[in-house]
């Protein structure tokens, strides 16, 4: 099916011979979704899953496949044009340890495993894409860029795609970030994020008969009690969301370390920095009451960014995707596709399939799905790549 494509609509014709393609590899993607997902990758831990990746684009005959001074895995498919590239990237790492058993399993309709919906199947789509245009028989002008993006997750802080975008030297005209889930997802924006963590910290000499408290559980629940009276207004839409708390070693035992984990969300970069004000404020009168330790560490931050809802990019994504059935779930995002916006790289997000239990031992995607998502993925590069997705001049 080789052909040069003349306007979005006839690559619209062509979804369904494309989707056909795409079934066809099944069990290439599933073989590099198992060989991937069953290697651990927490982050800053990412290299042995991102040598295997590029590997793989070896394997499929890539140029110039390396790693760079974070970790990062490329492979370079070169398009007929010097002057134009699209960058597709999928994160490598997961919020799993390297302690977890990381076995996958494979059943007709699903599959199933730490890590394989958050971002297994990224890296694995990204790991097949050379043999799917080999098989569509499909050149590009464009070249891609096909990143195994390290060091994304928690305290990472989105490190690997702003240490390439820092240095990069070829010339970027558009941006695709793959997630494993959910399929029908189209990110255009970036959300105003602050993720930190509260620690407290009962010094040894605490006189706990005169402060009346038993330990650093009941402090860091002081700091809870205080955050959930912080005021969040509708619209925008914010939200504060406590993660996880740690402390305590058993029954008997005064607890004297606290840990609590929490991320602010918000449509406004400005009410993120009010809350951030607040929860200092919160902290230091915490402190001052029980004369523990309470400190705030912010371990990633993000500004509000994005394209408009009217950009050629996100425009010919939800016509595709409409073609395809698939009701476009419009949500920010607080991924790579921030680093790419601020750089003045137009990019979406998009979802392979459907899953559930994400972030669980038993994370879970479906197999069938998979080809729609895939499907989706080549119409939007074959978009970009023909230029439909170009801003007027």
């Known amino acids: 099916m080789s052909r040069a494509y003349n306007s979005i609509e006839e690559i619209i014709r062509d979804l369904p011979a494309i989707r056909e393609v795409c079934v066809s590899l099944r069990e290439t993607l599933l073989a590099n979704l198992v060989m991937l997902g069953e290697i651990p990758a927490p982050t800053f831990g990412e290299e042995a899953r991102v040598n295997f990746l590029m590997q793989r684009f070896s394997e499929c005959g890539l140029q110039n496949t390396s790693s760079d001074e974070c970790g990062s895995g490329f492979g370079m498919l070169p398009g007929r044009s010097r002057d134009r590239n699209i960058l ?4 490598a790492d997961t919020v799993f340890s390297k302690k977890r058993d990381h076995t996958v399993s494979v059943h007709a309709d699903r599959v199933t495993g730490p890590g394989i919906a958050d971002n297994s199947l990224g890296l694995a789509v990204l790991a097949t894409l050379p043999t799917l245009l080999e098989k569509l028989d499909l050149q590009l002008d464009a070249g891609l860029v096909l990143m195994g993006a390290a060091r994304s997750l928690g305290r990472g802080d989105l490190e690997g795609i702003r240490f390439f975008l820092d240095n990069n030297k070829v010339p970027i005209v558009a941006g695709l970030c793959v997630e494993g889930v959910q399929l029908g997802r189209l990110s255009y924006a970036s959300a105003g994020m602050l993720r930190g963590e509260i620690f407290c910290r009962v010094p040894e000499e605490y006189d706990w008969i005169r402060r009346g408290t038993t330990g650093a559980i009941l402090i860091i629940n002081e700091v809870i009690n205080r955050i959930l009276g912080i005021p969040l207004p509708r619209k925008p839409q914010t939200s504060i969301v406590l993660g996880s708390v740690e402390a305590g070693a058993g029954f008997n035992i005064i607890p004297t370390e606290a840990t609590l984990r929490f991320e602010v969300r918000s449509e406004s970069s400005e009410i993120v920095q009010e809350i ?3 929860l200092e404020d919160i902290i230091e009168d915490v402190t ?12 990633a931050r993000r500004e509000v960014a994005g394209l408009e809802i009217g950009h050629p990019l996100v425009k010919q994504a939800r ?7 698939l009701p476009p779930h419009i949500t920010p995002s607080i991924s790579e596709l921030s680093s790419m916006i601020n750089h003045g790289i137009p990019a979406i997000t998009l979802g392979i399939t459907e899953g559930e239990h ?9 197999i069938e799905p998979m080809f729609t998502g895939l499907t989706q993925l080549i119409a939007v590069l074959l978009a970009i790549d023909g ?6 001049e």
């Open 88 to 91: 597709l990237l999928a994160h």
């Open 276 to 278: 951030a004000s607040e």
């Open 288 to 299: 001052s009451q029980t004369a523990s330790e309470v400190t705030l560490d912010i371990v």
């Open 319 to 325: 016509e595709i995707m409409s073609s395809l059935s």
């Open 358 to 366: 994400l972030h669980e031992k038993r994370e879970t995607v479906q």
């Open 387 to 392: 230029g439909f997705c170009d801003e007027a």
